[in-house]
């Protein structure tokens, strides 16, 4: 008889295997163990009905007599491994916690020759490439390049937008007095503000560039308060 495709399924795993329909119950339970982690003195199988059906024992007196065959095993259909030993008799295989693991310290896998990280030196890759840019530079390029599309350039108008949490700063002059600086920070002058409260440092996704008017005081108190 061909062989029937079969969903395993337990309380720790789900898996489909090819069965052959002549195999004797105790010798398929041979066969779940590596799949289920249950012994086979220890499984209970169940054939799952369909729905509305009932579920039907695989069980029989004598084990290693009775084959598979005794049952209409349908393609595709599930088999459940119920576990019969004491929950606290049951080895938890999803805590990775109780998994001896495998560590090796950085000096040591730096010092291999045949990891990836050292074909990446051999290759001169990323970081190893003695032609890419540094971090720094990247940075530095990326904050340019979003300026430029954003049409953001000494002089122009813009107004302030909703708050974000990226890095890049610019230098923006008010028009009133209600800034937090003199368009300094940390010692260095960055741009001339106006006054000693005429700058403020923004992210560029906090402004627009555009032809907007002058707000006055109060219109622009709330706003500001939240940079």
Known sequence: MADIPLLIASANASAERRVTPSWTISHFKTRLEPVTGIPPGCQRLVLRGATGAADVPIEAADEDAVTLERWALAPYAEIYVNDTRPPGARPDFTDVSRVEKFELAPEAY?????????????????????????????????????????????????????DSDRAPWLGVRLDEPVGRNDGSAGGVKYFDAGGPKGGVFVRPERVEVGDFGVLGLDEGDEELEEM
């Open 110 to 162: 730096e010092a291999r020759t045949d990891s990836v990280l050292a074909w990446k030196k051999k290759a001169q890759l990323g970081r190893f490439d003695p032609n890419a840019p540094s971090i720094e530079a990247q940075k530095v390029a990326n904050v340019e390049r979003e300026i430029e599309e954003r049409g953001i350039k000494l002089g122009a108008r813009v107004r302030m937008l909703p």
